[in-house]
């Protein structure tokens, strides 16, 4: 088996060997073929001619190659000698031009431009020349050159004074624009019409030009219609408001009704370029009839001009809103909507594409995504107050299109539809949240060009950004971010994956500090320590330090930082300590000088033992940044240790690459100081202690905020205290009042009973025994109340003994004594301590005790009572 393998292996690499043989015996022949002797002495040109002479040889006698090198050359040699170069170098260009291929053609179109725009032509006679060379080239055969030509021509226009323009320009004009010449001609004649009309006074446009503008307006052909139709615009603004009322609008207006919908099309273009030049009246008796039936007729039956429409839409809506009425306005915003449902059937809330041929689908398509394209337009246009009732199901409609150029469109535009909601953005936080999470990452790609606008304006209710305004929790924001970023990593498109990262670096300002500490900075670390993209790692080392720069707990800051170390500085790979370095400098750029000194440079210089010359090496780039993050005297102890670090490179480094820039590192070091200007170093250290400052801010701002945590946590404990000790209070005073109630009730029947009684015996008994149970029965009602527990102000009986209300205030205070939270109250206070439990028991067990005294007093005197009326 292992010999058939072997066999086989060789026989293929003999097998290539041949075919590496058969291609060296074909590139022999290509070798051989190189110039000959003879075509080498014809390439040949005499070295002591000078530029003008050697330029017209090669003009007369030389390859193509030579003659179009002098050609792009040209320019040079009429800077050097114009009179020269028009007098013996361009009359041979235009001869050669005569039988001149394309690659000629285009390269003296584009020499002749230069010449005309630098103003390298001083005299008359020489831009003469070039534009007779120009006009006589613009009915090239060839399409490509013509029009080449032609653009040199429009191009030169703008440099060129009026003068020659009427002369050289104008003049055969009027010959080119007739109904017997070409149509590229009549063509050529409608752009140069337009591109003159501005450089004009109106009286000349309306006298020269207006004519030729009617003629070539009514062609028989409709190129030349739809192109003249387009140049009205520019013919419109060089003769002013009143002339374009009186000689443009009608011919807009009977070309918006030809019969060929290219025409068609140009008019309707032309007239919303034309709105801000209409009047109100105008608008409204001409151009909204005329747009209605353009639209509608282009809906029923001209699928082809539909895409034109839907795409300036948006700027017809906004160009004519002012002069609507309520009823036009509402027309123009439904047969927006169907424009954007357009091909779509709406199944169970979702949108699916109908069945079309492919070619129809795919102009529908283009359809929507113009109308996701004007869709802020349209917000602006219908007003904000009513996106939810006129316009949220369309948006949401374009946000979940089957097709994915209309939902990347609607995801370029979001931040602009988010900006004009303002107070309302939270309408469209659940499509912010399905475009995250969309499949296809074309649309993730075009909502990140966008994406820290659109979050800071989402969780801020439009009201702009910043830590003080976050008011709006997103749902599933969190989420959808952490997946959108999950998606890009396990696509090969790392630099989706990138820019997301890089857009990372606003949630501080827009998500919690621990929403970030438990959901991405571990993720963070995860692509720095296992990303095969160094792009990628950097970005994600970038976005971890931004984390690490608005973390707002200590705790967190320094569980970071010792993972920082532990993960990169003092990892097993050195692909993980290369990264600590990256980061390195880029907490240079974030942090301040001092809070990078504390935590980062003496770990990067420890990487000096670093057993893999990569790492020492990039160490030694690096070295110069780090001296510029030291402050003498200071940091006079640091400066040392790097400098120890540069003497160990020096002595002990054995890599040659690392010597080298060692060596060129210390140079570097030694002239840093001297160097460097002082108004340089003066902004770096304002910069510094900007960011000191706001580190220091931010050390106070989360002790502010952890005293306030605390403050709050202790009044919400002494609130629910407070509703504690009321609710029990509640209950007690209930309590006593019903063990009150009845022994008022028994009180009352046994008063009532002994008056019978003592009615009955009063004609037995004598005076002083009246007296003796009046007195027995008025220590009765004493002792009863006194043996109600309770306070003297929740009491429902109204106590006047003198006595008992002295006892009752010694039996509170001892209690309140016992309690550690003195009461103001005669009220009991209940304690909920366990410290006080013990205490707490004593007091209840001394009320009983008491209770239990004056209840055996009061049986006692009953019974005393009983036996006296016995």
Known sequence: MFVSKMTLSQSGLFGQIDDLQDLTFIERPIRRSLKTAEEIDKLTVDEDLNDIERAVYLLSSGQDVQRASVIVNLPNLVRQNPA???????????????????????????????????????IQTHTHSILQIVLLNLDHRDTVVGNAWLETLLSAIDALPKETIRQEILSPLVSKAQLSQSVPARLASCRILGKVASKFESSVVKKDLLPLVRSLCQDVEYEVRSCMCRQLENIARGIGLDHTKAVVLPELVELARDEGSTVRLAAFDTIINLLEMFDSDDRTRVIFPLVKTFCEKCFKADEAVLASLS?????????????????QHLWFLEFYKKLCCLGLQHENGHCESQPYPLELENKYALVRRNCAYNFPAMVLFADSNHFLSELYRTFSSLCHDPEISVRRTAAEGFHEVVKLLGPNVHYVHKELITLLQDDSLEVMDALLNHLQETLELATSRGEGAGPESKQVNVPDLVPALVAAEQKAASSLRWRVHEKLLQRYSCLPRVISGDQIYFRFLQRMFSIITTNNVLPVQREAARTLCVFLRYNRKQEQRQEIITKIMQELAQGRSYWNRLRFLDLCEIAIDLFSKSYFCKHFLIQALELVNDPVANVRYKLCHMLPRLRSTIRLPADKHLLQQLEFCVRKLLCREKDKDVVATVRKTVLELDKMDITEPYHKRHERDLLDQKKEKEETLLLEMELLERQQNEAKLAGEKHTEKKRRDSKAGISGSKGMSGSTSGATLSTSAGKEMRRAKLARSRSLSSHPSTTKMANSDKTLKVKESGSCPGSGKSSIIPINDDALRSHHFNVASSSSSLSPTPSTSSMPVLIRSNTSSSVDHRTNGSKDTQSRKLTIQRKSNSFGMQSGRE
Do not use: N
């Open 84 to 122: 020269e170069t028009f007098r013996r170098v361009v009359p041979k260009v235009r001869e050669v031009l005569h039988v001149a291929g394309a690659d000629m053609q285009l390269a003296a179109a584009g020499s002749f431009l230069t010449i005309l725009q630098d103003d390298i032509v001083l």
């Open 311 to 327: 795409f300036q839409y948006g700027k017809l809506c906004h160009g004519l809103s002012a002069s609507f009425t309520d009823e």
